[in-house]
Every structure is written in structure tokens, then in C-alpha cells.
């Protein structure tokens, strides 16, 4: 199986400061159609998880273009350049290259 | 809008069964792969099953393989999980997502405890 790993796994930062979270995978993430399957998720304090970047670095609507995705082969970063009260939570990576499709294990976002 | 919504969720005893379902609106559900994702209590999510917008593309993970069923009904707009011979740590909230690979709509989930 792919083994998704996330640094750090706990991120204070003060508010209006940039943050940014690495992603590795255990083997390339490109699929077979030339594509690489690299999700980003936010999940709120009890909410369900939100999708915000797919392959690797295309924002969803709705999103705020203060996220941003980066990154090639087994390497992404999910940044956000000015953290805001609402982006506290947990924020997940997610390969969908390789079955079992696998997330990293959670990098927990809040405010110092 | 596009929303998905779980429900089915409760108590059970190990070895029980249950079956979720998630309604889909705003969005015609033959047109899209689906999947369900769990997330035991405190922990991180595990992506547990999809299926094909016909069904005859259907795979799932191995904690679950072989007592959980995926099964979708376009013409009711629906997708299912069939979850038998239920253990402990099934428990978890039971979240449908549209799509396979890009999960792009999640509903809230509903939740699933096993326990006697």
C-alpha cells in the first residue's frame, strides 16, 4: 500500500501568517492516464471533510485562492498564505493512484 | 446544490448488520463513480469501498472485504453499504463522496457504533 506521510502533524500559527504542510508518498503518485491523483481535505471541528485542491494543485470553487497545492512524484505542499480563524482544523492529503487509495494521517491547523 | 445525505447509522452488536444509504440531489447519480470513507472516533479516514456508475466495477479494502457490500440504485438515486458480521472496530461516521479518485462532494456522514 501507499503510505501517505504529513509534517508536521500539529501546525499553531498566528493569524494572518503563512503555514504551509508536506505530503510524501512512499512511490510516485502518476497514474497510468499521465495524471497524479493528490487531494487536499479540510475537515472543521465537526464538520465532514471538505475537499480543497485536487491533482495536486487545482483549487476548488469556492475555495479561497489563499490555498494553494504544489508539488510532483512523491513530494506536495499545501500552503496557505495568510491563516485566517476558519482555516482551523484538520487538514488531510489523499492519493487516489494506487488501490487502496490512502490519506496521510492528519496535520491539526489551529491558533496560537 | 449537489448534496449527499448518510443515513442508516446506529447501534449494533458485533456480528450485527446495518445499511446505509446516502441520498443524492442535485446531481443525477449515474453519472458518477462513488465511494464511502469512515472515520473511526478521534482518528484519521480510511477510504473503505467504490463503485461504478453501472456497478460492475466494485472494490474495496481489506478491513472490510468480504462482509461489506457496495450497491447503488441510479433510478432512486441512492447508494448503499451493506455491512455485515460487524465488529468494533467498524465503529466510525460513514461518509459517501462523489467520484472514486476525486471525492470533490462529501456528505456529513452518519455513525456506526458496534458494541454490546
Known amino acids: 500500500d501507499v503510505v501517505m506521510t504529513q509534517s508536521p502533524l500539529s501546525l499553531p500559527v498566528t493569524l494572518g501568517q503563512p503555514a504551509s504542510i508536506s505530503c510524501r508518498s512512499s512511490?510516485?503518485?502518476?497514474?497510468?492516464?499521465?495524471?497524479?491523483?493528490l487531494n487536499w481535505f479540510q475537515q472543521r471541528p465537526g464538520q465532514s471533510p471538505r475537499r480543497l485542491i485536487y491533482?495536486?494543485?487545482n483549487r476548488d470553487s469556492g475555495v479561497p485562492d489563499r490555498f494553494s497545492g504544489s508539488g510532483s512524484g512523491t513530494d506536495f505542499t499545501l500552503k496557505i498564505s495568510r491563516v485566517e480563524a476558519e482555516d482551523v482544523g484538520v487538514y488531510y492529503c489523499?492519493?487516489?493512484?494506487?488501490?487502496?487509495?490512502?490519506f496521510g494521517p492528519g496535520t491539526k491547523v489551529d491558533i496560537k | 446544490q449537489v448534496q449527499l445525505v448518510e443515513s442508516g447509522g446506529g447501534l449494533v452488536k458485533p456480528g450485527g448488520s446495518l445499511r446505509l444509504s446516502c441520498a443524492a440531489s442535485?446531481?443525477?447519480?449515474?453519472?458518477?463513480?462513488m465511494t464511502w470513507v469512515r472515520q473511526a472516533p478521534g482518528k484519521g479516514l480510511e477510504y473503505i469501498s467504490y463503485?461504478?456508475?453501472?456497478?460492475?466495477?466494485?472494490i474495496y479494502a481489506d478491513s472490510v472485504k468480504g462482509r461489506f457490500t457496495i450497491s447503488r440504485d441510479n433510478a432512486k438515486n441512492s447508494l448503499y453499504l451493506q455491512m455485515n458480521s460487524l465488529r468494533a472496530e467498524d465503529t466510525a461516521v460513514y461518509y459517501c463522496?462523489?467520484?472514486?479518485?476525486?471525492?470533490?462532494?462529501w456528505g456529513k456522514g452518519t455513525s456506526v457504533t458496534v458494541s454490546s
Open positions: 491533482k495536486i494543485s
Open positions: 489523499m492519493q487516489a493512484t494506487h488501490w487502496p487509495f490512502t
Open positions: 463522496a462523489r467520484f472514486a479518485r476525486e471525492l470533490d462532494v
Open positions: 512511490q510516485s503518485l502518476v497514474y497510468s492516464d499521465g495524471n497524479i491523483y
Open positions: 463503485i461504478s456508475i453501472d456497478g460492475t466495477d466494485i
Open positions: 442535485g446531481f443525477t447519480l449515474s453519472d458518477a463513480y
